[in-house]
């Protein structure tokens, strides 16, 4: 058992930036593949970025290549997204996930456990 706990959201103005934090118990971390995914009002969630346990592959959806990254660090159980140039069509519900496989997968029904949310909202 897997628990997820989002922070780092708020309220920021387009153009800026954030940092989202996600602390998972257990022992049993590193071997999880984590991902962020976010659900905008009236949308369907939908991946945003993925990271495996050896941080070897981190594939990142379209609308945010070049502007978000995401990390993990293993001693302290947390996966990170950093997200810069916000713009208003970022402004979401963000979602940490995990799955106990391997690889890193876009689809969000593949995830085992979620946390929470934390929302951001970006102002034009």
């Known amino acids: 058992q897997v628990q997820l706990v989002e922070s780092g959201g708020g309220l920021v103005q387009a153009g800026g930036s954030l940092r989202l934090s996600c602390a998972a118990s257990?022992?049993?971390?590193?071997?999880?593949?984590m991902a962020w995914f976010r659900q905008a009002p009236g949308k369907e969630r939908e991946f945003v970025a993925g990271?495996?346990?050896?941080?070897?592959?981190?594939p990142y959806a379209d609308s945010v290549k070049g502007r978000f990254t995401i990390s993990r660090d293993n001693a302290k159980n947390t996966v990170y997204l950093q997200v810069n140039s916000l713009e208003p069509e970022d402004t979401a519900v963000y979602y940490c996930?995990?799955?106990?496989?391997?690889?890193?997968?876009?689809?969000?029904?593949?995830?085992?456990?979620w946390g929470q949310g934390t929302q951001v909202t970006v102002s034009s």
């Open positions: 257990g022992r049993t971390f590193s071997a999880y593949t």
């Open positions: 996930a995990a799955r106990r496989a391997a690889a890193v997968v876009t689809s969000l029904d593949e995830y085992d456990y």
């Open positions: 990271i495996s346990w050896s941080r070897v592959r981190t």
